[in-house]
């Protein structure tokens, strides 16, 4: 068993910056990899990123990347997500997740089994 619990969201503004956090425990979490994902109002849950169990394994949603930066350290169990330069349409519900694998590539997605309970991101413009 695997327990995720998210800090970090809030309000701000476009343009502006938040760091989400993701505190992992239950299980060895420098052995598994995590990722982040989403669910705006009204739409599905979509993948944003995800880091392998060493950090140098990362991969990202297209409409990310060079804005959002996913980060592990193995010391606090815990997972980061830097996001910054954000947009109205960045608002929603933000996950943490893992599926207990330690790495992962475009043939080999997350797809999880563990979901934190989530925290409220909304940029207003």
């Known amino acids: 068993q695997v327990q995720l619990v998210e800090s970090g969201g809030g309000l701000v503004q476009a343009g502006g910056s938040l760091r989400l956090s993701c505190a992992a425990s239950g299980r060895t979490f420098s052995s598994y990899g995590m990722g982040w994902f989403r669910q705006a109002p009204g739409k599905e849950r979509e993948f944003v990123a995800a880091?392998?169990?060493?950090?140098?394994?990362?991969m990202y949603a297209d409409f990310v990347k060079g804005r959002f930066t996913i980060s592990r350290d193995n010391a606090k169990n815990t997972v980061y997500l830097q996001m910054n330069s954000l947009k109205p349409e960045d608002t929603a519900v933000y996950y943490c997740a893992t599926d207990g694998r330690s790495w992962y590539s475009d043939s080999y997605p997350i797809k999880p089994d563990y979901w934190g309970q989530g925290t409220q991101v909304t940029v207003s413009s």
């Open positions: 880091i392998g169990w060493n950090a140098y394994n990362t």
